[in-house]
Each structure stands twice: as C-alpha cells, then as structure tokens.
C-alpha cells in the first residue's frame, strides 16, 4: 500500500447508527487531518492531529469524534449524524517541520450517506 | 479571514486548446499556495506547491505562476484526460490549514 488510505470508500447509515471511518498514510508524515467536502461547497478542515496529538477541532459537532492512536492511523467515529452530514469525508497527511513541503496528500476519500 | 476564490467554476475547451485557469487569494502571510486536481469521486491529487511571487513550476502541460495576489494554471494543448476539477489552496504561516477555493471544472472534448 502507498500515499493516504481510506476504508471504506462508501458507507451509508441510519441517524442512530454508529459508525468508524479509518485512514491509514504509508508516507511517514507526522501530521493528520479529516476534511469535509460537501456539494457545491469548497474542502473545509475538521480536525488536526500532529504526532498522534489533537492540535485542531474546527467547531465541529460533538456526534464526530477523532481517534489517532499513533501517527499512522487516524479514525472518524460517527453517531447520531443528521441528514446534512452527508459528504465526502477525506483523510489527509503531511510532514510537519521543515522549511519547504507543506503540503497535504490525501485519501481517495468516505463516501457517506445519512438516511 | 484567508480567501481563495477560482475562476471560471467551468471551463469547456476543445482538444489542444490552450487556457488558463485563475485562482485569487487573500491570506496574512503565505506558506504555500497548492494546486491539486480532482477526479469525480475521489480525493484530490497534489500537482504543485508555490512558496513567493515570481516562483513557477511545470509538470507536462500544467505549468502553475505566482503573484502576490493570484496564481494561475496555465494548460497547454490539453488532451481529454487533463479533465477534471482543479482546486487551488493556501496555507498561512504558522498555521497547517488549508483553506480551498471552489474549483474549476474543466472539460476537455475530443
């Protein structure tokens, strides 16, 4: 396996249901991220992690809740989702420390429906 | 507040014609400026990153520039494969943010 990947890459769940969405990087960043793209609206960040620590929670809803149990995997733990947080749901990861790099490389992504 | 607003949101061209793409932004003090291009259905694939004005990078028939206020996506002599959306990004200093633009839906007919 190589880059950023995602499991699984759809999943649809009921409003009751709890659910996990798992990403693992093979690319030995030390930071990772969960992102959310809806329809008609720009990639938007949820949470940060840097060395399996949380750094960042951009407001989002308590029913979302982030593992990273080291700096390789990075879990999404889903309950009790409205409708509305249908979307795709993208992992991403990145090398923090340097002077150049910077960027984020991403997972093929979770398609998820809430009915 | 950081902003990235892309133009056109859609863009249809005809094989081998060449365009360009524009991303403009506003962000207190750049890291980097990313472009990636999108797949329908799948996560974004990294294609350049941008540090100051005046930079440019290449890659086959992509080439991407860099003022202090915008960026653009050159495309030249595109093939139906170059189709998909392209999303531009910036990241402030001191920050592991990214903040997107809608994106540019482009179309490239045989």
């Known amino acids: 396996e190589t880059g950023v990947t995602q499991t699984p890459r759809h999943l649809v769940m009921g409003m009751t249901n709890k659910k996990s969405l798992k990403c693992e990087q093979h690319?030995?960043?030390?930071?990772m991220y969960w992102y959310k793209q809806s329809a008609k609206k720009p990639l938007e960040l949820m949470f940060v992690?840097?060395?399996?620590?949380?750094?960042e929670n951009n407001s989002v809803p308590s029913r979302f809740s982030p593992e990273c149990p080291n700096s390789s995997h990075l879990f999404l733990h889903l309950h009790t989702l409205q409708p509305e947080d249908s979307a795709l749901y993208l992992c991403?990861?990145?090398?923090?420390?340097?002077?150049?790099?910077?960027?984020?490389?991403f997972g093929q992504g979770t398609r998820l429906t809430v009915v | 507040e950081d902003q990235v607003t892309q133009s056109p949101e859609a863009l249809r061209l005809q094989e081998g014609e060449s365009s360009s793409l524009n991303c403009s932004y506003t962000?207190?003090?750049?890291?980097?400026l990313f472009w990636y291009r999108q797949d329908p259905g799948k996560g974004p694939e990294f294609l350049f990153t941008?540090?100051?004005a005046g930079e440019e990078k290449e890659k086959e028939r992509l080439k991407a520039t860099l003022t202090k206020k915008e960026s653009f996506l050159h495309i030249t002599a595109p093939k139906p494969e170059d189709s998909a959306t392209y999303l531009c990004?910036?990241?402030?200093?001191?920050?592991?943010?990214?903040?997107f633009g809608q994106g540019t839906r482009l179309t490239i007919n045989p």
């Open positions: 992690y840097n060395f399996k620590e949380q750094t």
């Open positions: 991403a990861s990145s090398q923090e420390g340097g002077s150049t790099g910077a960027e984020a490389f």
């Open positions: 962000v207190s003090g750049l890291r980097g």
């Open positions: 690319l030995g960043h030390n930071a």
């Open positions: 990004a910036v990241r402030r200093r001191g920050a592991q943010k990214l903040v």
């Open positions: 941008l540090y100051s």
